[in-house]
């Protein structure tokens, strides 16, 4: 009976103690869960309010061009002051220098890389040094920073002054600008975040192009439809009033031009990966015909 009774329990004590630890793993694994997925969740947000700088960059500069001109045509009213932050030769150059390099190096990327639907594959893509990387995040970050923050405290918005473009173009800037982000996204800010968050590069996601695409949709209806051609509409009004074309506007109208050649692209590349597939669909569908035929 003794012998009995100590069996027993020492096997209720085995039980317990393998509940016990079956309990503590499943707990683990939970508080594990919960963590990744808080990590990846803000992993998530930042990647897609760091992808914004660059078509807030669009913002800001249409709206410099903006005050440019109303500056210029109103030079001999002493109200009309220059905002500091305008008259700023850093806030300006360094938005227009990366601005620059980030289009040209979306139309180089378009025209070389192979004719998909969607964006090329993001291994195909140079990404510069992570200390590059991080230099040129901090500099749009405080630039479009100050920028966006002083526009708002003077009350500055863009405008295309009553020239509207068709919605083709619209459209097409549009697109322009949705693969000079995603360049921007894989180049300068994924790098950037991978290694700050994870400590390594991880693998790009559908939902985070799928939150990026989405942000910029958004932010393209809400503001940049309208204020963005204020980029172009500047050099042509003072054209067409004969006032001096300043290297402003023209960097200005050749930034708003460069993005709908990349939209441009976009589309010709597009129509064409279409007509190869139906193309291939037709010539499979006559090949198995004509083997149908033989038999």
Known sequence: ??????????QRGELYRSLQFGIGKMWNCKNLYQTLTLKESFHLLTLNLLSLLLPLSFLLLARLSCINYILTATASNPSHSSPPFLSSFYLYTSLAVVVSVVSIAALFHGLTGKITLASNSPDAV????LLVAW?????????VGLGIEGSIAWGIEGGGFGVERSLLSRIIFFLGLHEITFLWFRTVVKPVVDDTIFGAATPEKWIQRA?????????WWWKLRDEVESLVVVAEAK??????????????WWLYYLTATIGMVRVVKALLWLGILLLTKSTTAETSQGDQDKV
Not at 126 to 129: A, E, G, L, T
Not at 211 to 219: D, K, Y
Request: hydrophobic residues 50%; proline residues 2%; glycine residues 4%.
């Open 126 to 129: 140079y990404r510069p040094r």
């Open 135 to 143: 230099i040129v995040l901090c500099i749009m970050q405080v630039s």
């Open 1 to 10: 009976m003794d012998l009995y009774l100590c069996s027993f329990v020492t």
């Open 239 to 252: 054209k067409q009033l004969s006032m001096e074309i300043e290297m402003a506007d023209f960097v200005g």
């Open 211 to 219: 939150a990026i695409a989405l942000s910029v949709g958004t932010l």
